[in-house]
């Protein structure tokens, strides 16, 4: 993957070990996947197991609705989000030089 990833000019970047909430997304979907897909079922072979995990992902996708998708289930979210207009993109900002511009001062530490 490396040699692959510098031959096409693309920057890997990973999590930190042991810091799960930089990439919380996955890590709230590999709980679920887990407990409600493979904690609750016994595999006898390959084709069993990927027949139970098409069939979880398929009513993941389809099926249950998502609160962080406003109660939609992804499938629906994605029908949605393709009618509706681009949003313009939001503009990026450094810290650094919206501080510079600003007067705000920086809290001081209180020891002194």
């Known amino acids: 993957m490396d040699q692959w990833a510098y031959q096409s000019q693309v920057a890997l970047h990973f999590i930190e070990r042991g810091k799960p909430t930089q990439n919380a997304l996955i890590e709230s979907f590999n709980g679920k996947f887990r407990d409600e897909c493979l904690n609750q079922n016994w595999f006898v072979d390959l084709r069993h197991a990927r027949e139970v995990i098409e069939d979880w992902r398929v009513d993941y996708n389809t099926v249950r609705p998502h609160s962080s998708l406003r109660y939609l289930t992804p499938e629906e979210f994605a029908a949605s989000a393709a009618t509706r207009p681009a949003s ?3 503009p990026v900002v450094s810290i ?12 001081r530490s209180a020891n002194l």
Request: charged residues 20%; hydrophobic residues 25%.
């Open 96 to 107: 650094a030089s919206a501080r510079a511009g600003s007067d705000v001062q920086e809290p």
């Open 88 to 90: 313009p993109p939001t």
